[in-house]
């Protein structure tokens, strides 16, 4: 990580994570709820983690940015994601952003972040919304091509479009949005980078995606997640493939690691793999930020 200073700390952690499960209203968020995240992190060998709660979960983000699916030609999916939205805007980002201050100041081991989906042509709107917040890390995130949410797997219009849609056009759909995302600058790490491949369906010669992926970051400055989420899903690997990490580290694209949990016996999950599959694609260094400044945490 010659691109910033380098700290020695000696620390494992989990930059993804979320207070609530996706279908679930949220709640406020308690002192003793992250201070059980920081525990069941601690049991595994974590010593800091990040909460990234979804940008969409919050009030704010719909005053600014509901409707943004109207684009969509397709009424199926259309309406699919606008009741997708309803279901989970019901948090205000500044009670969020108070309860993870408090943590910090009560002495807990957290991070104050964010999971940004992208939003086409909307990104000027999502750094305005953010802008002045405390943050020390955004993650950037693809979770929709167009109005198709094609990681909601237990959704049958979601699914019925993995029917309709070449394997081909759905990366190729997913990695003009990554670019985009990269290229605005907006989010600092790059969440589970190969996300398509969520539902097992997979390119059978997945190189060009790969390397526009892997240029994206680099050319971004932006870091990337490896995350153990992938082995909850049919996908059944880590996010990235051993392929496209070895893309990252050839053109020295610092990594953070990550376990997006959505309810705590999921924090830190597999956390000492991660770490073993960080050191086979010969990384010696984890991205860390404070204030949303890199640094170099050994591994």
């Given at each position: ?183 605005s600058g907006v989010c600092d790490v790059l969440a ?26 680099a050319s971004s400055g932006m870091a990337a997640e ?49 770490r073993v599959m960080l050191a086979d694609a010969g ?17």
């Amino acid at each position: 990580m010659s691109r910033r200073h380098a700290v020695p700390f000696d620390t494992v952690l989990d930059y993804h994570l979320h207070l609530w499960p996706h279908g679930t209203r949220a709640s406020q968020p308690t002192l003793e709820q992250l201070a059980a995240y920081c525990e069941r992190a601690a049991q595994a060998g974590v010593t800091e983690i990040a909460l990234t709660e979804h940008l969409y979960r919050f009030r704010q983000a719909d005053a600014a940015l509901r409707g943004w699916w109207d684009d969509e030609p397709d009424l199926a999916l259309r309406a699919q994601m606008k009741g997708y939205w309803d279901d989970h805007v019901s948090a205000d980002l500044d009670d969020y952003v108070e309860a993870v201050l408090e943590a910090k100041a009560a002495g807990l081991p957290v991070l104050l972040g964010l999971e940004v989906d992208h939003y086409a042509g909307r990104m000027d709107e999502v750094a305005r919304l953010l802008a002045g917040y405390p943050f020390d890390v955004l993650l950037g995130s693809v979770h929709w091509i167009g109005a198709w949410g094609f990681d909601i797997l237990e959704d049958p219009v979601v699914l019925a479009e993995w029917d309709n849609r070449s394997i081909e056009s759905t990366w190729d759909g997913y990695t003009d949005a990554l670019e985009e995302l990269a290229g605005s600058g907006v989010c600092d790490v790059l969440a589970h980078p190969d996300l398509p491949k969520v539902s097992g369906r997979r390119p059978a010669v997945p190189d060009e995606w790969y390397e526009r992926m892997a240029e994206a970051a680099a050319s971004s400055g932006m870091a990337a997640e490896v995350s153990s989420a992938g082995w909850r899903k049919p996908a059944a690997e880590a996010y990235p493939a051993p392929a496209l990490l070895a893309r990252f580290h050839k053109r020295d694209v610092p990594i953070t690691t990550a376990s997006d949990a959505h309810d705590l016996p999921d924090v830190a999950a597999r956390a000492v793999e991660l770490r073993v599959m960080l050191a086979d694609a010969g990384y010696e260094w984890l991205a860390g930020y404070r204030d949303r400044r890199r640094h170099a945490v050994a591994l």
